[in-house]
């Protein structure tokens, strides 16, 4: 059959699966909005979702001023304060987050596919799940061990080089645990 589009298809083996922790693999981003929730209700606020449109994808630090001062709640409560505030609730909650619906399934049938590598096809298929802190790693995954066992690496951004969101070059960094067959 012809190709009526006259688009050409170049599909090359998918080699490396990148996650993203929260939201994703795992149900935290509740968390973050529950404690804000518990923050602002001491000063009778309620958390609005325009503020956390204009927190997202900041540094916890810049967030945070954002979060003290749209809620207009500065008068009485540092950005640093809250950061060390959310912190201990988190800690608390983090331990109890489950798996995001399907994520067991994809993940087994990830590590599925690259434990049945064919001869010649020695690409390595990996899984990154990427997780900005180590400590709040931790905390998250004791319940899903299993599932976090079939993953390949874990990355972490190192603290002098904090990124509120994933590194544009995380593919860059991620080759260096890939064998030189795939280098491409």
């Given at each position: 059959m012809a190709n009526p589009s006259g688009v050409v298809s170049f599909r090359r083996p998918i080699i490396h699966v990148v996650f993203d922790m929260d939201g994703l693999l795992l149900d935290t981003e509740k968390f973050y909005n529950q404690v804000q929730e518990i923050i602002l209700a001491r000063y009778n606020k309620s958390f609005d979702w325009n503020v956390k449109a204009k927190m997202l994808g900041k540094k916890a630090i810049e967030a945070a001023r954002v979060f003290v001062e749209e809620s207009g709640i500065s008068d009485s409560l540092s950005a640093e304060q809250f950061l060390v505030e959310r912190e201990d609730m988190l800690e608390t909650l983090f331990p109890t987050c489950e798996l995001m619906p399907g994520v067991g399934r994809l993940v087994k049938h990830l590590h599925a596919k690259r434990s049945s590598n064919l001869p010649g096809n020695?690409?390595?298929?990996?899984?990154?799940?990427?997780?900005?802190?180590?400590?709040?790693?931790e905390l998250k995954i004791p319940r899903h061990r299993e599932i976090f066992s079939?993953?390949?690496?874990?990355?972490?951004?190192?603290?002098?080089?904090?990124?509120?969101?994933?590194?544009?070059?995380?593919r860059c960094a991620l080759r260096s645990y890939c064998s030189k067959e795939c280098r491409n």
């Open positions: 020695e690409s390595c298929f990996d899984n990154f799940p990427h997780s900005c802190h180590r400590r709040h790693f079939l993953l390949h690496h874990v990355v972490h951004v190192v603290p002098r080089m904090y990124f509120s969101q994933q590194p544009r070059d995380l």
